[in-house]
Nanobody
Framework: QVQLVESGGGLVQPGGSLRLSCAAS????????IGWYRQAPGKERELVAT???????RVAYHVKTRFTISRDNAKNTVYLQMDNLEPQDTAVYYC???????WGQGIQVTVSS
């Protein structure tokens, strides 16, 4: 069974950057498709980005110029680099292993001055 743990969230000013990490344990996820989702207060959970086993990244259109997804298979970890953050990026961010349908617990990202 795959366990996912997110880290790297927090409070950042508009225009700042954060790098979220999703560390997997319990199984080698190098062959899995991993995604990042987010859920803002009062809104539906939305897909932000995914990365397939061949490291093919797909990023949602509305953040693709600012967010980058990557993976380090040696560390069994997937990253979400978020640059030029905006207040509307404030949300709980979740890591999801789409291959085995496993979710992390989520991590708060707050963009505010």
């Amino acid at each position: 069974q795959v366990q996912l743990v997110e880290s790297g969230g927090g409070l950042v000013q508009p225009g700042g950057s954060l790098r979220l990490s999703c560390a997997a344990s319990g199984s080698d996820v190098s062959g899995h498709t991993i995604g990042w989702y987010r859920q803002a207060p009062g809104k539906e959970r939305e897909l932000v980005a995914t990365i397939a086993r061949a490291a093919i990244p797909r990023v949602a259109y509305h953040v693709k110029t600012r967010f980058t997804i990557s993976r380090d298979n040696a560390k069994n970890t997937v990253y979400l680099q978020m640059d030029n953050l905006e207040p509307q990026d404030t949300a709980v961010y979740y890591c999801h292993d789409l291959t085995v349908d496993s979710w992390g617990q989520g991590i708060q990202v707050t963009v505010s001055s």
